[in-house]
T-cell receptor, first 117, second 112 residues
Framework: DTGVSQNPRHKITKRGQNVTFRCDPI?????LYWYRQTLGQGPEFLTY????????KSRLLSDRFSAERPKGSFSTLEIQRTEQGDSAMYLC???????????????FGQGTRLTVV | GENVEQHPSTLSVQEGDSAVIKCTYS??????FPWYKQELGKRPQLIID?????GEKKDQRIAVTLNKTAKHFSLHITETQPEDSAVYFC???????????FGKGITLSVRP
């Protein structure tokens, strides 16, 4: 499968614990996005990277959330001291941007479903 | 910031009929409008998109129209089939590769 890959697919954790999710984008895609989706809602933007640089962070991304893309390939999203309100589907997407001529759509992964109990 | 609204939240049509889903947006700077289809338990998948320099785009049974003055865009599905049943999200962004602001989604049910 050459699509966007996310691991784990499901994560159940106790309130107060830290969790980390991983996203492997489509090979050669230089942009990587994180979104959060709760039941009955559309995906909400969290942050995105151009290669290893984090270009924008949403106000939704509190101090407990941190995302990295150290080598410009895979990315991790960490949530510290999880709260029940963090329960959601965390979606990763990637795209390729090279000037004006090369500009792909955002391809989504299947997400990591987090349940905080 | 951008606000994208979708109404209604559910739509039921008879197989073979047409379905129209409408969205409005608030930021006049938005110039890219994709539509994503999400089946239960699966990833959102792009089905069609439109940029602000065109008013309509078609791809087989699917079309999207854009009215920049009124800040709304619509998805049209003709000859609906049961496999079209899913949640459809509209979105908007400034630039095709910027963050997307999604609507809440509409659940389309196609009755056989």
């Amino acid at each position: 499968d050459t699509g966007v890959s996310q691991n784990p697919r499901h994560k159940i954790t106790k309130r107060g614990q830290n969790v980390t999710f991983r996203c492997d984008p489509i090979s050669e895609h230089n942009r990587l996005y994180w979104y959060r989706q709760t039941l009955g809602q559309g995906p909400e933007f969290l942050t995105y990277f151009q290669n290893e640089a984090q270009l924008e962070k949403s106000r939704l991304l509190s101090d407990r959330f941190s995302a990295e893309r150290p080598k410009g390939s895979f990315s991790t999203l960490e949530i510290q001291r999880t709260e029940q309100g963090d329960s959601a589907m965390y979606l990763c997407a990637s795209s390729l941007v090279r000037g004006i001529l090369v500009n792909t759509e955002a391809f989504f992964g299947q997400g990591t479903r987090l349940t905080v109990v | 910031g951008e606000n994208v609204e979708q109404h209604p939240s559910t739509l039921s049509v008879q197989e073979g009929d047409s379905a129209v889903i409408k969205c409005t947006y608030s930021d006049s700077a938005s110039n890219y409008f994709p539509w994503y289809k999400q089946e239960l338990g699966k990833r959102p998948q792009l089905i069609i998109d439109i940029r602000s320099n065109v008013g309509e785009k078609k791809d087989q049974r699917i079309a999207v129209t854009l009215n920049k003055t009124a800040k709304h865009f619509s998805l049209h599905i003709t000859e609906t089939q049961p496999e079209d049943s899913a949640v459809y999200f509209c979105a908007a962004s400034v630039g095709a590769n910027s963050k997307l602001t999604f609507g809440k989604g509409i659940t389309l049910s196609v009755r056989p």
